[in-house]
Nanobody, 125 residues
Framework: VQLQASGGGLVQAGDSLRLSCAAS????????MGWFRQAPGEEREFVAA????????YYADSVKGRFAISRDDAKSTVYLQMNSLKPEDTAVYYC???????????????????WGQGTQVTVSS
């Protein structure tokens, strides 16, 4: 599956943004999907994941209660709604597909693949 993230931008602290990740290629609906982010000089870190039917999700503690991941299989798209943004949310955001042999609940980036190009999110204070 090929992935392309979009929707990033420059916002102020407290604002909201919705990121989109459009998929093409193999059947999107059969993959659990995740969002990661990478700030300058930092490791790529897990943000959120949604199950292949969308009924289950899990989040990094740093975004729990502020971000929401969802998917629309008819549009082959996964979303990340980001509310109450903070300057520390500034990063390049990437979407990826959870590997078929990976366990649900993993936050290890090596368990995800098909990384798309990221989208920059910058939150000013």
């Amino acid at each position: 599956v090929q992935l392309q993230a979009s929707g990033g931008g420059l916002v102020q602290a407290g604002d909201s943004l919705r990121l989109s990740c459009a998929a093409s290629g193999r059947p999107f609906s059969s993959y659990a999907m995740g969002w990661f982010r990478q700030a300058p000089g930092e490791e790529r870190e897990f943000v959120a994941a949604v199950s292949w039917r969308g009924g289950n999700t899990y989040y990094a503690d740093s975004v729990k209660g502020r971000f929401a991941i969802s998917r629309d299989d008819a549009k082959s798209t996964v979303y990340l709604q980001m509310n109450s943004l903070k300057p520390e949310d500034t990063a390049v955001y990437y979407c990826a597909a959870l590997g078929r042999t990976a366990h649900w609940g993993t936050t290890d980036r090596d368990d995800f693949g098909s990384w798309g190009q990221g989208t920059q999110v910058t939150v000013s204070s």
